[in-house]
């Protein structure tokens, strides 16, 4: 019978509902933390938004409605490029920022920006939506060809990581070798239920928990104009992706191991770890290139890819499918070994 159907899956997955939300930190850190942490870099952004910019609109058909929009933002001065040639790769020409409309197409702008200012980005943002530029569709670069420090952006898909992450491994693996150091899973291994019926049964409360978030962050994210509401679907599927491949790693960490404080300290290095080298912090670009190789095989890094471009409407580096395909490969792996490796006891012979 298909353990979903079974009444012990059905129990089993009212208990672990019961003891996931008694755990008041694990629901915090999932939850109400990811949330905290976007309300917090929401009012970074909000508080540096004042100072005095100047700014260039180079030539476009919508040139004009771009300086009177930016020019309405308080303590913006914008005016039109006004000499013969374009600014040089890098050179400001002693502007704070200057705005590339795109020639081809009126809804799309390149923006380049000095790194120190800013706290004009939500500004330059919304004057360009006013313009019919959304900011999907707005490239922001330093005059180095690196991205400025956005602290709204950036928030977005390092919450929805954290709280992935948080669930995989604090929510998942962690109370899983909890029961196995009390001794639980070796009374659950002299009944008659079986280990898939076990581990099939976390998932349903968990990925509900993840559904929570995606539907919360994405509706932020289209809140702030940074993702068009026909695409949130897509974040769906890529959170859920991602999800999936991080339970499946929460599940392989802890298919033997049977001392949960020492599983904690682990992951709670792993984490930040993990974080760093996979792009979210840095922009790969800048990391040495040790790290970038390291970077490249771990399946962490393309969920940040996916995310980051699904939330923010960031440009993707590796191509949205690769991503997903990395991602259910990682899922596959992980959950495969995990299903292999998983025992009641750690001294149980297979």
Same mark, same amino acid.
Do not use: C
């Given at each position: 019978?298909?353990?979903?159907?079974?009444?012990?899956?059905?129990?089993?997955?009212?208990?672990?509902?019961?003891?996931?939300? #008694?755990?008041?930190?694990?629901?915090?850190?999932?939850?109400?933390?990811?949330?905290?942490?976007?309300?917090?870099?929401?009012?970074?952004?909000?508080?540096?938004?004042?100072?005095?910019?100047?700014?260039?609109?180079?030539?476009?058909? $919508?040139?004009?409605?771009?300086?009177?929009?930016?020019?309405?933002?308080?303590?913006?001065?914008?005016?039109?490029?006004?000499?013969?040639?374009?600014?040089? $790769?890098?050179? /400001?020409?002693?502007?704070?920022?200057?705005?590339? =409309?795109?020639?081809?197409?009126?809804?799309?702008?390149?923006?380049?920006?000095?790194?120190?200012?800013?706290?004009?980005?939500?500004?330059?943002?919304?004057?360009?939506?006013?313009?019919?530029?959304?900011?999907?569709?707005?490239?922001?670069?330093?005059?180095?060809?690196?991205? =400025?420090?956005?602290?709204?952006?950036?928030?977005?898909?390092?919450?929805?990581?954290?709280?992935?992450?948080?669930?995989?491994?604090?929510?998942?693996?962690?109370?899983?070798?909890? /029961?196995?150091? @009390?001794?639980?899973?070796?009374?659950?291994?002299?009944?008659?239920?079986?280990?898939?019926?076990?581990?099939?049964?976390?998932?349903?409360? #968990?990925?509900?928990?993840?559904?929570?978030?995606?539907?919360?962050?994405?509706?932020?994210?289209?809140?702030?104009?940074?993702?068009?509401?026909?695409?949130?679907?897509?974040?769906?599927?890529?959170?859920?992706?991602?999800?999936?491949?991080?339970?499946?790693?929460?599940?392989?960490?802890?298919?033997?191991?049977?001392?949960?404080?020492?599983?904690?300290?682990?992951?709670?290095?792993?984490?930040?770890?993990?974080?760093?080298?996979?792009?979210?912090?840095?922009?790969?670009?800048?990391?040495?290139?040790?790290?970038? *190789?390291?970077?490249?095989?771990?399946?962490?890094?393309?969920?940040?890819?996916?995310?980051?471009?699904?939330?923010?409407?960031?440009?993707?580096?590796?191509?949205?499918?690769? *991503?997903?395909?990395?991602?259910?490969?990682?899922?596959?792996?992980?959950?495969?070994?995990?299903? @292999?490796?998983?025992?009641?006891?750690?001294?149980?012979?297979?």
């Amino acid at each position: 019978m298909i353990p979903t159907l079974t009444p012990a899956f059905t129990q089993l997955v009212k208990a672990n509902s019961r003891e996931l939300f #008694r755990d008041g930190k694990t629901i915090f850190f999932v939850l109400l933390f990811p949330l905290l942490f976007v309300a917090m870099f929401i009012g970074i952004g909000m508080l540096n938004t004042g100072g005095s910019y100047k700014m260039a609109v180079t030539p476009a058909g $919508n040139q004009q409605e771009i300086v009177r929009e930016l020019s309405h933002s308080d303590g913006f001065k914008a005016e039109p490029w006004h000499r013969k040639s374009l600014p040089e $790769n890098g050179d /400001l020409a002693g502007y704070d920022a200057i705005v590339y =409309p795109s020639a081809t197409s009126g809804d799309r702008a390149l923006v380049v920006i000095d790194s120190a200012k800013f706290g004009a980005l939500k500004g330059i943002r919304s004057a360009l939506g006013h313009s019919g530029i959304s900011a999907s569709k707005v490239d922001f670069r330093t005059p180095d060809g690196g991205k =400025p420090f956005d602290p709204i952006k950036i928030s977005l898909p390092t919450a929805l990581l954290m709280a992935l992450m948080s669930m995989a491994f604090f929510g998942t693996a962690t109370p899983l070798i909890a /029961l196995r150091a @009390r001794g639980t899973l070796r009374l659950l291994g002299t009944t008659p239920l079986r280990r898939r019926t076990f581990v099939l049964a976390q998932a349903p409360v #968990r990925l509900a928990l993840v559904a929570v978030q995606l539907v919360v962050l994405g509706a932020i994210a289209v809140g702030l104009g940074f993702l068009p509401a026909v695409d949130a679907v897509r974040v769906l599927g890529t959170g859920f992706l991602g999800a999936v491949m991080l339970f499946a790693f929460g599940y392989l960490v802890a298919a033997r191991m049977r001392n949960a404080e020492v599983a904690n300290g682990l992951l709670a290095v792993l984490m930040p770890l993990v974080l760093f080298a996979s792009g979210l912090f840095l922009p790969l670009d800048l990391l040495p290139s040790v790290v970038r *190789d390291v970077s490249k095989a771990l399946p962490t890094t393309y969920l940040v890819d996916a995310l980051t471009h699904d939330l923010t409407g960031a440009p993707s580096t590796y191509g949205l499918t690769l *991503d997903w395909l990395v991602l259910l490969a990682g899922a596959v792996l992980f959950g495969g070994l995990a299903a @292999r490796l998983f025992s009641w006891d750690q001294g149980e012979e297979r």
